[in-house]
């Protein structure tokens, strides 16, 4: 199947909405990561996803609305449910509320509940309403690999199994939507992203953060979100992150460690590049917020660089840190040195 990469125009996405109601799939752009779309509610087209990525069938996929009224058609929505989404739809904010029997087994892996989610991005939007239909719709990413900020990542890694990417440019934040589960008395993030848990708190009255999002799964653990069970965001090469208090510190075994290896490269913060002269090096920005927007076109870059050995400088975990670090440390397969 030839793949076509075009801008998000009128007449491209329209053209994109006709192909998602036929049953095909579309790579399109939201604030978050570019999605990889189909019919939510076509069982056929929602295999064709699994297929196309290579993902493990217990792994659900995130349903996307374009209004949060649309959610009441899929899901039982609390009144907590509706609190949450006056305050953060659209935005980069998935619930996990108990599912209706018009969604399809495979869509949610067979779970009891469903995540919803409504993007705050105009080309997303318009495609779910061009398409007429809720759309399921994973990170447009082989999976293992880094989820795609860039139209560019998606043609890597989708050319020849799906009919169109609608190009919206760069992603705004980055790293993929909290995901919250509301099924419960309290919300528990089971992955952290832009919608922080202090944010979610505010609105909520108190929410909690799975013990799993920052250690690796112990041995028979049951993964609260299916996705954090399966290798994710793992460059080729060896990463290590190296974070503390004294950023002296951090720089200087960031060095020693750069200069103990072959084919390394160095990601650290702005303020830090000039320390680094004469290595290989990339920028991460100067806030989690920044790092987010640019972590995984990084991760991506070493890849293509054939870089064996990165070293990462960290991040603090409040706010959108424990988003930034959650991936990260994925990445780096925990491998964490604290100076
Ligand atoms: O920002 C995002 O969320 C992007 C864009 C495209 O919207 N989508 C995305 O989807 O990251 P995906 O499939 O790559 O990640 C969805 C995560 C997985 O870790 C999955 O296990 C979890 O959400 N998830 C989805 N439905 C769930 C459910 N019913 N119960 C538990 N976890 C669920
Ligand atoms: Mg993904």
């Known amino acids: ?43 056929k087209a929602v295999r064709g996803i699994f297929a196309a990525k290579g993902r493990p069938a217990d792994n659900p996929l995130i349903v996307h609305v374009a209004h949060a009224s649309q959610a009441d058609d899929l899901c039982h929505v609390t009144p907590l449910g509706r609190k949450l989404m006056d305050a953060f739809w659209p935005g980069p904010l998935t619930l996990l509320m108990p599912k209706k029997p018009i969604i399809p087994d495979v869509t949610c892996a067979g779970l009891a509940s469903v995540g919803v989610r409504c993007p705050d991005h105009p080309v997303a939007l318009r495609l779910i309403r061009a398409a007429g239909v809720p759309v399921a719709a994973p990170s447009a990413n082989t999976s293992g690999k880094p989820s795609p900020t860039r139209a560019r990542h998606v043609y890597e890694d989708m050319q020849n199994r799906i009919p169109l990417i609608l190009d919206g440019g760069d992603c705004q934040v980055g790293v993929e939507s909290t995901v919250l589960d509301i099924t419960g008395d309290v919300p528990v993030i089971l992955r952290p992203g832009k919608v922080t848990r202090e944010e979610i708190a505010q609105i909520a009255g108190d929410c909690r953060v799975a013990d799993s999002v920052m250690r690796p799964l112990r041995e028979g653990e049951h993964a609260p979100s299916p996705g954090m069970k399966h290798r994710h965001y793992a460059p080729e090469g060896k990463m290590t992150i190296v974070q503390g208090k004294d950023e002296e510190k951090v720089v200087q075994r960031l060095k020693d460690m750069y200069d103990a290896n072959e084919n390394a490269c160095i990601l650290c913060h702005s303020r830090h590049l000039h320390a680094f002269e004469g290595r290989m090096v990339r920028d991460l920005g100067d806030s989690p917020e920044s790092t987010a927007q640019v972590l995984f076109a990084a991760l991506r870059d070493m890849n293509d660089l054939k870089v064996r050995r990165i070293l990462c400088q960290g991040w603090d975990t409040g706010g959108v840190g424990l988003a930034v670090m959650n991936r990260m ?11």
């Open 1 to 43: 199947m030839m793949t076509q990469l075009l801008p998000a125009t009128e007449e491209n996405i329209r053209l994109g909405g006709q192909l998602i109601a036929r049953g095909q799939l579309v790579g399109f752009p939201t604030e978050t990561v570019y999605g990889l779309g189909a019919n939510a509610l076509d069982e």
């Open 329 to 339: 440390a994925r990445a780096a397969a925990f491998d964490i040195v604290e100076v």
